[in-house]
């Protein structure tokens, strides 16, 4: 099921002329919202990976239609990066404040961005326990390269 701009309207209670000032498509309407929105929104209260893994997995959850809709379209505007440098930039917030990975480093990233591309892949099918388990796990791998 995909999100639309009637679903935007609905659930702003903007009309769609106020949306397209804003948003040339819903693809913008998509970045926006996870660059000032969900990034706040996952990060808020975390200290630690655990933490935020908890938080990201609990959103996606809780959102599953908008966070498909997201991650079909990062697939969608072939932006790899995009992701890696998100998941790099918070793993480096609360596990390697001392020793940030290096921009050249960020595909060690690519484990944990891989895991939740299949979950997305799988429709979200493994529990919460079961996708917790597996982030915490390639986690665990990467600190355990950097050391």
């Known amino acids: 099921m995909k999100y639309t701009i009637t679903d935007l309207e609905r659930q702003s209670q903007k009309g769609r002329s106020v949306i397209y000032y804003h948003f040339q498509c819903m693809e913008d309407f998509y970045f926006e919202l996870f660059e000032k929105y ?3 929104e996952v990060t808020k209260g975390c200290s630690s990976y655990e933490e ?3 938080s990201v ?4 959850l809780s959102n599953k239609i908008l ?3 997201l991650a079909n379209l990062s697939n969608i505007l072939n932006k790899p990066d995009y992701l890696l440098n998100k998941f790099a930039s918070c793993f480096n917030k609360f596990e390697l404040p001392d020793n940030k990975l290096k921009p050249s480093q ?3 990233m690519g484990g944990i ?3 939740i591309q299949t979950w997305f ?5 493994l529990t919460k326990v079961e996708m917790v388990d597996q982030l915490l796990e390639q986690g665990d791998l990467l600190r355990n390269y950097l050391k």
């Open 38 to 40: 969900i990034i706040a």
């Open 52 to 54: 935020l893994v908890v």
């Open 57 to 60: 997995v609990d959103f996606i």
């Open 67 to 69: 966070c498909q809709n």
């Open 106 to 108: 960020y595909h060690l």
């Open 113 to 115: 961005v891989h895991t």
């Open 121 to 125: 892949e799988k429709d979200l099918k």
